[in-house]
Nanobody
Framework: VQLQACGGGLVQAGGSLRLSCAAS????????MGWCRRAPGKEREVVAV????????FYADSVKGRFTISKDNAKNTIDLQMNSLKPEDTAVYFC???????????????????WGQGTQVTVSS
């Protein structure tokens, strides 16, 4: 499967952005899919991931209540709605997929074996 992400940009603190990722080559229903980010000088971290069906999702504590991940297997897409953005959300965001994830490893970036290109999100203060 190939992943194509879009939707990054520049926004003021408190604003919103929506990222989208389209999967091609294989059905998105075969994969857990999510978003990871790499902020300047920091390790890559998993932000949010959703299950094969899209019925279950996990979020990093830093984005809970502000970010929402959604999946549409009919369109082979996932979206990340980001609200109440903070300057510390500034990062390159990557769409990623994994064939299998569990509750004790969804936040480990090395569990994701398919990555899309990054899209820059910049939040100004």
């Amino acid at each position: 499967v190939q992943l194509q992400a879009c939707g990054g940009g520049l926004v003021q603190a408190g604003g919103s952005l929506r990222l989208s990722c389209a999967a091609s080559g294989r059905p998105s229903s075969m994969y857990y899919m999510g978003w990871c980010r790499r902020a300047p000088g920091k390790e890559r971290e998993v932000v949010a991931v959703t299950s094969r069906s899209g019925g279950r999702s996990f979020y990093a504590d830093s984005v809970k209540g502000r970010f929402t991940i959604s999946k549409d297997n009919a369109k082979n897409t996932i979206d990340l709605q980001m609200n109440s953005l903070k300057p510390e959300d500034t990062a390159v965001y990557f769409c990623a997929a994994a064939r299998e994830l569990y509750e004790n490893n969804w936040d480990l970036t090395d569990r994701y074996d398919i990555w899309g290109q990054g899209t820059q999100v910049t939040v100004s203060s």
